[in-house]
């Protein structure tokens, strides 16, 4: 089987697997033995995390106080704008629907800008991102789930950030298959150069080119273009894994948590169609109706594929997304398809 293949399989068992995961061979205990999962998740607190959380969003204040008092110059919105859709979209066009998922495949430019735009998100390296994603979607909602939604929504928006992983995540996660991604020299170059090329990709880029280009005010440059810009797109991304696995529909599974989220959907590029997408994670559209629906990442992908530099893109056939909403479906799927648009 080759790899693609491979992860297309465990996607597609993924849900099954999830239902499983207490039982699988390799988690039986002997008598007496705690299994991993069962430890109580504490809280250990990474006190730097805290204060670079903090530091981040009063900066972040500061760059929305100088939006709304008309200090900020236009020329510097546009670039802000623009270096925001390409985080974006280097997190959900990249890290997720490339890497994490192999949705698709792509050519060696494309796969350049991609690490490019992933790296100016500045949300770990593809490698790291990734396997916190795999294991996410294996383990969802579990002590392995790295941002476990059962722990609440702040611990699954951010507070996963600011405290020591629960020890199953690190356990489980390093039974996930990972060798696609450590074949690539690429993403072991960012792995290891990760924090020169985000410093100078999320920080010192936005920044320099406001100030020195564009004319902004150094700390204007600093406080819009480079802390707000990275808090909103942190909240856009967040929001995935705390409101889309909190509130919402769930026309394709209504045993999972993940649901269908038209809010997170438009502030997350087209990515809060999440309980179509852990269902079916190998769609490259991460949702089913009108393919550009609040769906801009898939508009992106589309015209990549269209100027050959993206192929083999993966969908879901109609008949079986129809199966599995008659199955395991909460009824609210013909609301959804008579309300599309396209
Ligand atoms: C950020 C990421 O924000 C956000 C991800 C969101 C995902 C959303 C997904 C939803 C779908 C996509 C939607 C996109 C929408 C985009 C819209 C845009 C508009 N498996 O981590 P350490 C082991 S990042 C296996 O230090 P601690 C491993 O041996 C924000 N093993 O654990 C590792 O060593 P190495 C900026 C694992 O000490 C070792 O443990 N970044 C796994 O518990 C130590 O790892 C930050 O804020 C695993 N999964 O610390 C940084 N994990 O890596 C925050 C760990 O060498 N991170 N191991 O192999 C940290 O400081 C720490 O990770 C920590 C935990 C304090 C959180
Ligand atoms: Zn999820
Ligand atoms: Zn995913």
Redesign the pocket.
Known sequence: QSQPEKLLKSSADSTMTQRKVASSPQDEKKEGEVDIMDIPATVDI?WR?VFLFVYLHVFSAYGLYLLFTGQVLWQTVIWTALIHTCG?LG??AGA?RYWAHKSYKAKLPLKLLLVFMQTVS???SIH??S???R??HKYSETNAD?HNAKRGFFFAHMG??????HPA??EK??Q?DMSDLEAEPLIMFQKKYYTPLVLMTSFVMPTFVAWFFLGEKFLTAWCFASQLRYCF??H???L??SAAHLWGDHPYDKAINPAENKGVAI???G?GWHNYHHVFPWDYKTAELGRYRYNFTAAFIDFFAWIGWAYDLKTVSDKMVRDRVRRTGDGSWRHEKESATL
């Open positions: 990474v995390n974006a997190i959900t997720h500045f949300q770990n790291e991102w396997r916190d994603h294991v996410h790295p996963w950030l600011m405290c020591r992983k995540v690190k996660g390093k996930i797109n942190l856009c991304t967040w995935v894994n502030f997350a590029f990515e």
